[in-house]
């Protein structure tokens, strides 16, 4: 038998993504049957590749082109690699011991990939033939975004991610990744 991917190229990015997996298939016959290859997925989507550009080699050449003053910096961590001059004196009149880094094409550069990132909220799974059967939900925690729960009618139950990695999956929930959004972890924000 013969599958197939269908891909669509987009222009602008909606927040939400779903993707619809067919798991029916059709015989000469006539008869249906349910299609029970696992399809692999993974928690974070890079669309970029799907996404029309109006000047790919002109986007290219433009963030290559960044120059220091136009881009971020980064405070911290690589003082064996900074300029001498960029060592600041701290509030206290000492000299810090992080380092500026100039340039941060590498922060343009993530940040620039973040748009086009999307992660998975939730994955519906159809247990049961074409005919009948009865959907069920994996769904990722509102308060805490590494546990995974079950939905069954109204039951929940936690589950782990190798669960849901392992699910049959009809439709897969992602949600565009904010590259300036906060993401709260273990009483820490954080910046993706």
């Not at 991917?5 to 990015?13: F, G, I, T």
């Not at 206290?92 to 550069?109: H, Q, T």
């Not at 074409?130 to 939900?137: D, I, K, R």
């Amino acid at each position: 038998m013969k599958f197939g991917v269908q891909l669509n190229n987009v222009e602008s990015l909606p927040q939400s993504l779903i993707i619809r997996i067919e798991r029916v298939g059709v015989l000469p016959s006539g008869s249906e049957f349910k299609l029970a290859d696992h399809v692999e997925f993974g928690e974070t989507l890079d669309v970029r590749d799907l996404c029309f550009y109006r000047n790919k080699e002109a986007d290219y050449n433009m963030s290559m082109a960044r120059r220091p003053e136009s881009t971020s910096r980064i405070v911290g961590g690589a003082a064996g690699n900074e300029h001498p001059l960029t060592r600041r004196p701290s509030s206290s009149g000492l000299v810090s011991p992080f380092g500026i880094i100039d340039g941060g094409s590498f922060v343009a550069e993530r940040r620039e990939s973040a748009r086009y990132k999307y992660q998975l909220r939730a994955v519906s799974e159809h247990r049961g033939v074409p005919q009948s059967g009865h959907f069920v939900t994996y769904r990722r925690g509102i308060h805490d975004p590494h546990t995974w729960h079950l939905t069954n009618d109204a039951k929940v139950k936690r589950v782990p991610y190798s669960q849901v990695s392992s699910a049959q999956a009809y439709m897969l929930y992602y949600e565009r990744i904010q590259p300036n959004r906060w993401y709260k972890q273990s009483n820490v924000l954080l910046r993706p």
